[in-house]
């Protein structure tokens, strides 16, 4: 079972790096912040309002931008908890 | 859906409803079948006219134990429900059975071994319907899909069940040849195989969901499209070590057998990712279609051709 565990770790490794970028320090700089794409646009580009779901949505950036958002807010505290067991496992057990 | 808890309330209903009917025909004494009176009876007489069990009987008549009951009865139905709901596409229930990916034949397992390492000869990839496969429309769900013992190109999960134990088994006897087998290597080698599988198959679901394919495959399907791989990982095993391990005669071989499990995962997995001409729901741009068609390119061909050179070293 040594396999799994590397595994485990590799994917909570992962989803702490995505979970801490930072949304205005680091995503709307580079133009992937969930809140830039939406509230910038609406005083002038009145008429695309509507297309939000057609295409413009569902294009791979913003389902990419969702995806990152959705795992920032979801997995915040269940992420502290498994942390802190992981954590807490390699200092009692090395 | 077949719900096994819905009934209960259905005959409660249908036995408060014929004690309601008893009690208003006798103002009108009419002639009845001698079977239809005890039913109304018997569910108002169970508390006065037993005096023996009727602490335990009164207890279930009480308002509050009915209340309780009502109320986990509704909160198991809500739990199901979210289950269900969330969940329903891993677990094995009634109506997502895994049944249909082991109604496998001997000719569809053949058939299907000769698919996947020579790709060229199979003329129509479609998956059948059930109706067309067995020429009755008695089944109301036009859109299920034809078992595989009816249907070359439906995805099963026998052939990578054991194609998966036999690669296990086959490399811990290949090194046992060598001289150095130990027992760990059995958990060893599976946990690696499964966390393969798994980045695998989380690829895939990452790249559907980012591509906005909306497609009804299920997780059991693209389970079993991954685990063909095995298959190629097998021949490739048994060439290494009982023909030769050279460079010219060994790695042709590789580069053959990725491409050819390269155009029989392309072929098969054509049908999830671009839409289907039928089902005009909706209609993506060309260049959507150019992105999802590169990323099945690099999925069965870069992806899958890395994983077969790890697993087969």
């Not at chain 1, 809140?35 to 913003?62: C, H, I, M, R, W």
């Not at chain 2, 087998?181 to 895939?204: K, M, R, W």
């Not at chain 2, 399907?221 to 290494?240: E, H, P, Q, T």
Request: with cysteine; net charge positive; charged share 10%.
């Amino acid at each position: 079972m040594f396999g799994l565990g590397k595994l485990l770790y590799v994917i909570i490794f992962t989803i702490n790096g995505i979970a801490v970028l930072s949304e205005d320090r680091f995503l709307n700089r580079i133009g992937w912040g969930s809140s830039a794409t939406n509230s910038n646009l609406q005083p002038q580009y009145q008429q695309f309002n509507t297309g939000y779901d057609a295409n413009e949505g569902s294009s791979v950036k913003t389902r990419l931008v969702n995806l990152i958002g959705a795992v920032r807010t979801l997995m915040r505290i269940p992420l502290i908890v498994v942390n802190i067991v992981i954590i807490l496992y390699e200092i009692v057990w090395g | 859906m077949y719900n096994p808890y819905g009934n209960a309330a259905e005959q409660q209903q249908q036995q408060q409803q014929r004690q309601f009917v008893g009690q208003q025909n006798l103002q009108h004494p009419q002639p009845q079948h001698a079977a239809f009176q005890p039913p109304p009876q018997q569910f108002n007489g169970v508390a006065p006219t037993q005096g023996g069990s009727t602490a335990y009987t009164s207890f279930l008549n009480d308002p509050a134990a009915s209340l309780a009951t009502q109320f986990a009865r509704s909160g198991f139905e809500q739990s199901n429900q979210y289950i269900q709901q969330n969940f329903g596409q891993f677990l094995p229930t009634t109506t997502n059975d895994l049944k249909y990916y082991f109604q496998v034949s001997n000719s569809y397992v053949v058939k299907k071994l000769f698919l996947i390492l020579f790709p060229y000869r199979n003329k129509n990839w479609n998956r059948l319907n059930l109706q067309d496969a067995t020429g009755d429309s008695s089944s109301p769900n036009s859109q299920q899909y034809a078992p595989p013992n009816l249907d070359v190109n439906a995805p099963d999960l026998y052939i990578p069940l054991m194609s998966f134990v036999t690669y296990i088994l086959l490399w811990a006897a290949f090194q046992g040849l060598k001289g150095d087998f130990h027992p760990q290597l059995f958990g060893y080698l599976s946990s690696q195989t499964l966390a393969f599988s798994f980045l695998d198959i989380s690829i895939f679901k990452i790249g559907l969901y980012l591509l906005n394919c909306s497609s009804q495959a299920s997780l059991w399907d693209l389970v079993g499209f991954s685990g063909y791989k095995y298959v190629a990982i097998i021949v490739l095993l048994c060439w290494k070590h009982l023909i030769s391990d050279g460079w010219l005669t060994y790695y042709p071989i590789v580069l053959l057998l990725i491409a050819n499990l390269a155009v029989f995962l392309m072929r098969s997995l054509r049908f999830i990712i671009l839409p289907n001409l039928t089902s005009g729901t909706t209609t993506i741009t060309v260049k959507q279609r150019r992105i999802r068609v590169q990323f099945l390119f690099i999925y069965s061909v870069i992806i899958q051709g890395l994983i077969i050179l790890f697993m087969s070293r």
